[in-house]
């Protein structure tokens, strides 16, 4: 089963901007769905972002227009570009094949604060 490590979290102040990336264990082009979700302290971990092999994508109305989802089969990442960044975007943000079901990875933490 493919496994998956989140990076690029951090600290930004609001109107900031992060790129997270998702490098996999082994190959994500036969993975059909690859998705980014968050989890803010006291909720439930909600889907933000989600790609198909195809390249279609669907995002969060909280995101739509801000974050920006991509996957590279040739190098087995998944990306999450966020832009205009605000409080309610921190979070632990991880990456999960969708389809087929795959592992959740460890996560990484966002902070948006000033």
């Known amino acids: 089963q493919v496994q998956f490590v989140e990076s690029g979290g951090g600290l930004v102040q609001p109107g900031g901007s992060l790129r997270l990336s998702c490098a996999a264990s082994g190959s994500i082009s036969s993975i059909y769905a690859m998705g980014w979700y968050r989890q803010a302290p006291g909720k439930q971990r909600e889907l933000v972002a989600r790609?198909?092999?195809?390249?279609?994508?669907y995002y969060a109305d909280s995101v739509k227009g801000r974050f920006t989802i991509s996957r590279d089969n040739a190098k087995n990442t998944v990306s999450l570009q966020m832009n205009s960044l605000n409080p309610e975007d921190t979070a632990v943000y991880y990456c999960r094949a969708i389809s087929p079901v795959g592992p959740w990875g460890q996560g990484t933490q966002v902070t948006v604060s000033s």
């Open positions: 790609i198909t092999n195809g390249g279609t994508t």
